[in-house]
């Protein structure tokens, strides 16, 4: 039987997140990998191959570079996690109905967990720069699209109507002055990892950065937090503490 000692955990990675809706595979999937330990030095040719063959949808031969880490290697969980994550991609492969449409959506978001980030490391980086190493990463792994559709694209809702996508440098185009200065008041972002779909690495960014972004007309769309309508208990104690203190120290300015 071919790689019998490879089907079990195959199958436990696996079957569990097919048995998911949609929503909550794409959550696990993310939170299993972003927790993925590095791969060692002397494997990191294979995992190369195996992104890059991932990308393109050569799943059997993904599958044979992470098979070759383990037979090294049989406990290596970032080979285990990533096998996980071709058998459940493969499985929607051959599954998806192939008279239903297409939609931008669709296509972007299958680029968002077929992209795979072979290094993620930033330390402090600017929003716009996050974007701009995001949007290269997304184009040169996209070899089998017409290059006016290749990559991902990005763009900002800055609220109130206004939304600019960002050009390959990172810039918001059409953008004004105030919009686009205001991108540099986002929190500086630190990460450091490896092998990672597009996804999990947006998933750190907004994360860090205190943003969300959506799917939407073809392109991932970043916006501020909705600011939360009930106050935090921080803030619920230092309101109290503020009215308690108030009638103290009108009393010491009346003496």
Known sequence: MKRPLLLL???ALALPALAQ????????????IDRMPLPSAPFEDQFH?????????????AREQMEMVLRADHRNGSAL??????????????????RAE????????????????????????????????????SH????????????VAFAFDFGNGRRADFDIGGSPVGANADDSSALDDIPQITVRA??????????????????????????????RKAASATPSAAEETHAESAESAEPESHAEGAE
């Not at 990533?82 to 109905?97: C, M, P, S």
């Not at 040169?140 to 990559?151: H, I, L, N, P, Y």
């Open 9 to 11: 955990p195959l199958l």
């Open 21 to 32: 809706d949609p929503a909550t595979q794409s959550k696990s999937r993310a939170e299993s």
């Open 49 to 61: 191959q195996a992104k890059a063959y991932f990308a393109t949808g050569e799943f059997e031969k």
């Open 81 to 98: 996690a990533l096998l996980g994550r071709i058998a459940e991609r493969e499985w929607q492969v051959n599954h998806r109905d192939p």
């Open 102 to 137: 297409r939609t931008p959506d669709d296509l972007a978001n299958d680029k968002l967990d077929s992209t795979i980030i072979e290094d993620f490391e930033f330390y402090r980086a600017y929003f716009r720069d996050l974007v701009a190493f995001l949007l290269d990463a």
């Open 140 to 151: 040169e792994v996209d070899t089998k699209t017409e290059d006016s559709k290749r990559g």
């Open 194 to 223: 490896k092998w990672l779909p597009l996804r999990s690495a947006l998933n750190i960014v907004a994360d860090q950065a205190n943003l969300e972004y959506r799917v939407e007309g073809g392109r991932v769309v970043f916006s």
